[in-house]
């Protein structure tokens, strides 16, 4: 398992060593896609994700198809980016949007638990 961490990119291993993050959510980080451990790392530090969010996020991430890449601009406008920053202070889970090929699309938002859902709840209620 050791042998695992020191696989990881070097900014995963200098957050372990200044106590950003634990071990344990150096082995989630571990179990995510190479080219997604760098925004688990920020989110966890960012978030302050518990381990077991940070092990839900990668799980996430694993589960979403990869996508064919196309440059960021096609793949997420301006718009998207903000809805994302707009959404994001309400959950402590990954947000995305999916387009399909029609021009249409969803917007994923991931949750821990109930109290996710019920701060979601909270908050969307206040605006109205």
Known sequence: ???????????????LKEGLISMGH?????????????RVLKRCVKKGLSVRQAEELVRMLSETP??????EEEEYPESYS?????????????????????GGGRIVIGFSDDKD????????????
């Open 1 to 15: 398992n050791y042998l695992r961490l020191l696989k990881l990119p070097d900014e995963v291993q200098l957050a």
């Open 26 to 38: 150096a082995k989630a980080i571990a179990g995510a896609p190479a080219e997604q451990q760098l």
């Open 66 to 71: 990869a996508q064919p890449a196309q440059p």
């Open 117 to 128: 859902i019920e701060r979601f709840i909270e908050r969307f209620s206040q605006r109205s």
């Open 82 to 102: 903000r809805l994302v920053e707009l959404l994001e202070p309400c959950f402590s889970q990954e947000i995305s949007i999916k387009r399909t090929k029609n």
